[in-house]
């Protein structure tokens, strides 16, 4: 039987080390649905149409270097707004949730659209401020931290404002707020969450 593990969240507030250390800890397989986006992104920057970007999407865009950037964060912050390509993603997604071996994914709407009957249903959330200053941390391109802030909130206008699958908790979703754990404190509870299910 597939076991997902569903993990939502704004930018920079500890999903994906959350869901990599979920990933190992259980024995899944383990999707950053982020990159998806961030590489259809990423051709659209090089002049590419979204929904012919989003389709035309190879394990090698997945694994470009360069996807971490704050441009590609917000070129795909824009594609993201765009049913057609979201609903272009939809299926892989979903392919890959029902592996036998069991998955965690990991983005913006998998509890709510992509993954409604995952087993686990993780919510986590930090404070804009805390999520900048890690964010921050991470960039060494010489970006200052109030424009980290600045880009981490308009993010957030536009994931939770987007008509198609809005950024937003699922009704039975765990909430877990990061903003005064430590990634070994905010692991530790996504694991005895799933623990309980599994
Ligand atoms: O998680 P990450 O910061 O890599 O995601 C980049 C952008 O992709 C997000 O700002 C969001 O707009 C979009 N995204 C999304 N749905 C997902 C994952 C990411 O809309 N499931």
Redesign the pocket.
Known sequence: MAFTVAIDGP?AAG??TIAREIAVRFGLAYL???????ATGRRVLDGEAPLVAAKALTPADLAAPGLRTAEV?EA??RV?SDAQV?QALVEFQRHFARRDAGAVL?????GTV?CPAAEVKLFVTASPEVRARRRHLELSDGTSYEAVLEDVRR?DD??MGRAD?PLRPADDAHHIDTTDLTIEQAVDRAAAIVKAIR
Do not use: E, H, N
Not at 32 to 38: F, M
Not at 106 to 110: E, F, Q, S
């Open positions: 930018a999903k994906g950053d649905t982020g990159l998806l986006y961030r964060a795909a912050s993201a979201r990991d983005g913006r709407d998998i992509i993010r536009r994931d699958a």
